[in-house]
């Protein structure tokens, strides 16, 4: 590109060339013409010459002369008849305008002449003299270098005129052409003043031509100069549109793909790198349905206004409808690509103020680094696109592209948007999983497990949606609507004399919500529950994600009275002793162990490890994942207080529940009627167990 801009920058513009080529051109049209009008005014000043010669011959000369004057053969004029011509030709001859008159009869004598000695010879006369006896009046520049005078010889530049002289049928002189040819006059005239008439005219002709073409010349350079620069301006205008987003201004994909391609060429060389921040603007279809076209068009001229007065910036880009891109190149790391999205969030924060309407702006932005998320343009942009994708299908305003984002399918990521929509329209709702106190084969307590009764893919399971919006901003909402939920369903349970503890699942980024206590709190008090019909469950990780703030929630909740557990214990990597500063009442072994007990004996070790640090530090024990009678055998046999598992009973929805639990301990009196889970989730068959229950409850 550059070399092609060079080879521009060489070649001469349109203007320079067509004032060259004009120029030349005109120029040769000049001398052209001037040639041409050179040789006009000469054969115009020649003519005149020759003219005011035939006057002379004819009205000054041929008067005073007789025809027969001219006769055959020569004979002298009459004395009076050569000195009234004599006398006639003085003042021309003295002034000049004469050099020279000879006058011939037909036989080539020389009948008078001003010059006494050429009166009565003979000379064989020129062609031009032949062609005047012919009828033809013939002119001539000559030098008179061959004249038969000697003396003539060095007049210098002659014009000579032959002038037929013509008798009509009388024999009278006549000038008509008609009449018959009885001898010529021959006068020579002195060329100087014709060649400085002819010049004169030429030059007064040159100086009218030179004008012409140079006002020519400037008009046809005023009207190109004038298309040249409207030309460019097109041109410029037209370089500038295909680069630039007609309706902003801002630079478009392709501006934006060769911007970024330079600095990528430049990227890493002082530590630090490219970031492209791709974000659209929520609810923007929603402004231009409202409000119109015109409206959204607008705002986005807004956005694109502030956009461009974000410092350090090195490109912003519209790529789209409502999507934007900024482009910074000094990004070290995460720290300072968050940074970036601030910047734009805190450009997008005044509303904009269309048609007296103040619409406020939010953006959902998915950034990319390179060379971590891609080192050339479409790649990040690809990958910012994604990481814009889950930012807003997630309800968050910023996330930055991480490989795993990959693994989220568009129909996924979709499901994480509708669910807002489904928990107001009742499409999640909660499970319970009865936990078994195994000692005394009571249940005292359910795990609440939420579920989506998607109206297209039917019942989605916990995990193929919680993961997409666990880092979200969306888990809040879900997180206070799941205890709501589980907590309105404890309060009917209690109300119809079932004394349940409800065991709520809490994810990481709640635990680290600051109203996460308060919140709590107003859950209870609006169903009218003690605390203690609450537990959380946390898995290890949650609990490792965010010490201070999470001990800090815990210990109010503790003291409050809700219990805590540690939900999949062993799988988190939490040191015995950092457990030990938790507030917790409850360690959930994981399924994973559980599953294998009987036949793992690192998983019987972990089981075993676990219920008796449990003891030692006075927590309760709950195994999750009991399938088979064997298992609970072994978890009684090792002292484990709880089991949960399929075994018990698969997670039910709350209207079954109560039917469950009175079945429940109505077999538990008699075997034989164990009870039938009636599962949400895909059945598997179950083992009667009730006997192992009772001899193990009975220990
Ligand atoms: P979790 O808290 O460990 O829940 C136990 C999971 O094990 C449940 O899966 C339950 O259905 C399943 N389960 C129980 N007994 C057995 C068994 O005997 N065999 C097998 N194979 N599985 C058993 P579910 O309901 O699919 O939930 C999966 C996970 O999703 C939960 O693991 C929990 O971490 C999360 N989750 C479920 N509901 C919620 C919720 O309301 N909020 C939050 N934050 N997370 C939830
Ligand atoms: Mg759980
Ligand atoms: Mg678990």
């Known amino acids: 590109m550059s070399t092609n801009r060079s080879r521009l920058l060489r070649r001469p513009s349109l203007l320079v060339q067509f004032g060259l080529?004009?120029?030349?051109?005109?120029?040769?049209?000049?001398?052209?013409l001037g040639n041409r009008l050179q040789n006009t005014a000469r054969q115009r000043t020649l003519h005149e010459a020759v003219h005011s010669a035939e006057l002379i011959a004819t009205?000054?000369?041929?008067?005073?002369?007789?025809?027969?004057?001219?006769?055959?053969?020569?004979?002298?004029?009459?004395?009076?008849?050569r000195a009234t011509l004599d006398a006639s030709l003085r003042a021309s001859i003295s002034a000049n305008s004469i050099v020279r008159l000879?006058?011939?009869?037909?036989?080539?004598?020389?009948?008078?002449?001003?010059?006494?000695?050429?009166?009565?010879?003979?000379?064989?006369?020129?062609?031009?003299?032949?062609?005047?006896?012919?009828?033809?009046?013939?002119?001539?520049?000559?030098?008179?270098?061959?004249?038969?005078?000697?003396?003539?010889?060095?007049?210098?530049?002659l014009l000579s005129v032959y002038v037929p002289l013509r008798v009509d049928a009388t024999g009278a002189f006549t000038s008509d052409s008609k009449g018959a040819v009885i001898g010529a006059f021959e006068i020579y005239l002195p060329y100087a003043p014709i060649a400085a008439a002819i010049a004169e005219d030429t030059r007064q002709m040159f100086i009218v031509l030179a004008i012409g073409l140079v006002v020519l010349y400037l008009i046809l350079f005023r009207l190109v100069a004038g298309a040249s620069r409207r030309l460019r301006r097109q041109a410029r205008e037209n370089e500038f549109l295909a680069m630039h987003d007609a309706l902003t201004g801002l630079a478009n994909r392709r501006l934006l793909e060769s911007t970024v391609a330079d600095l990528l060429s430049a990227d890493g060389r002082a530590g630090t790198h490219v970031a492209l921040a791709l974000f659209d603007l929520d609810r923007f279809k929603e402004i231009n349905d409202t409000l119109g076209h015109h409206s959204g068009d607008e705002v986005l001229v807004a956005v694109a206004t502030r956009l461009t007065a974000l410092e350090g910036v090195a490109c912003v880009a519209r790529v789209g409808g409502d999507e934007f891109v900024v482009v910074a190149t000094d990004i070290a790391d995460g720290h300072d690509a968050l940074l970036l999205c601030d910047r734009i969030e805190v450009a997008l924060e005044a509303p904009v103020g269309v048609e007296g309407i103040q619409v406020s702006v939010r953006a959902s932005i998915g950034i990319?680094?390179?060379?971590?998320?891609?080192?050339?343009?479409?790649?990040?942009?690809?990958?910012?696109?994604?990481?814009?994708?889950?930012?807003?299908?997630?309800?968050?305003?910023?996330?930055?592209?991480?490989?795993?984002?990959?693994?989220?399918?568009?129909?996924?990521?979709?499901?994480?948007?509708?669910?807002?929509?489904?928990m107001e329209s009742g499409q999640v709702f909660m499970v319970y999983q009865p936990k078994l106190h195994i000692a005394s084969c009571e249940v005292r307590g359910v795990e609440a497990l939420v579920r989506w009764q998607h109206p297209e893919r039917g019942l989605v399971p916990p995990n193929d949606f919680l993961p997409m919006i666990e880092n979200t901003e969306l888990i809040g909402p879900l997180t206070w609507h799941v205890l709501d939920l589980s907590l309105a369903q404890c309060a009917q349970w209690r109300s119809a004399g079932i004394d349940l503890a409800v065991a709520v699942n809490l994810s990481a980024r709640t635990l680290g919500d600051l109203n996460l206590v308060e919140n709590v709190r107003a859950a209870l008090a609006r169903h009218g529950l003690p605390p203690s019909a609450l537990e959380l469950e946390l898995t290890e990780s949650a609990l490792l994600d965010d010490h201070n703030r999470a001990n800090e929630s815990l210990l109010q909740l503790r003291t409050m009275g809700v219990k805590l557990s540690v939900d999949d214990f062993g799988t988190g990597y939490a040191s015995i002793g950092y457990l030990t500063t938790l507030p917790i009442d409850v360690l959930k072994i994981d399924q994973s162990f559980v599953f294998d007990l009987l036949n793992d004996s690192r998983a019987a070790a972990v089981v075993r490890c676990t219920i008796d640090l449990a003891r030692q530090l006075g927590l309760t024990v709950v195994a999750e994942g009991v399938e088979d009678e064997a298992t609970l055998a072994e978890l009684l046999r090792l002292g484990c207080d709880h089991a949960q598992g399929y075994l018990i009973a698969r997670p039910m929805k709350a209207d079954l529940l109560a039917g469950w639990i009175s079945r429940w301990y109505e077999a538990t009196r008699t075997p034989e009627a164990a009870p039938a889970a009636q599962p949400v989730d895909p059945p598997i068959a179950r083992t009667p167990h009730l006997q192992l229950v009772q001899s193990g409850a009975s220990r």
């Open 21 to 32: 080529l004009s120029f030349v051109s005109l120029a040769a049209v000049g001398v052209a």
């Open 102 to 157: 000879k006058i011939w009869n037909l036989q080539h004598w020389i009948v008078y002449s001003d010059n006494p000695r050429l009166v009565g010879r003979w000379f064989a006369g020129e062609q031009a003299l032949d062609d005047a006896f012919a009828g033809n009046t013939v002119s001539r520049v000559s030098n008179l270098t061959a004249t038969e005078e000697l003396e003539e010889r060095s007049f210098g530049k």
């Open 368 to 422: 990319a680094v390179s060379p971590n998320d891609g080192v050339d343009c479409s790649t990040l942009l690809q990958h910012a696109d994604v990481a814009m994708y889950v930012a807003k299908r997630s309800g968050t305003s910023r996330r930055m592209y991480s490989a795993e984002f990959d693994h989220y399918s568009p129909e996924r990521l979709g499901l994480a948007v509708e669910l807002r929509d489904a």
């Open 59 to 81: 009205a000054g000369i041929q008067p005073l002369l007789q025809p027969d004057d001219l006769r055959q053969d020569f004979l002298p004029l009459a004395d009076t008849t």
